[in-house]
């Protein structure tokens, strides 16, 4: 796994953010982990607003809570509209 950067968490930890991305409406989000072997995924880190404040859902909706950039699901069915 090919890390891009590291930056620190909102609790003062070092995270480690990849080059993984999950592409976004205003910008992708990069897969962030805990350690640097990329073993503990940590979450995501969106590129926008370059904020680590964001949530999926359970249909793998992801939104960030600062700038609204959002992903949509991967599978997406229009059921759970």
Do not use: I
């Amino acid at each position: 796994m090919e890390l891009y950067e590291t930056r620190e968490g909102p609790d003062g930890q070092t995270l480690y953010v990849s080059r993984e991305a999950e592409r976004g409406e205003k910008g992708p989000f990069l897969v962030v982990y805990e350690d640097e072997d990329c073993e503990t995924r940590w979450g995501y880190f969106c590129t926008n607003c370059e904020s680590f404040d964001n949530a999926m859902d359970s249909m793998g909706r992801l939104q960030c809570n600062v700038c609204a950039n959002y992903k949509k699901p991967d599978e997406w069915d229009a059921a759970h509209e």
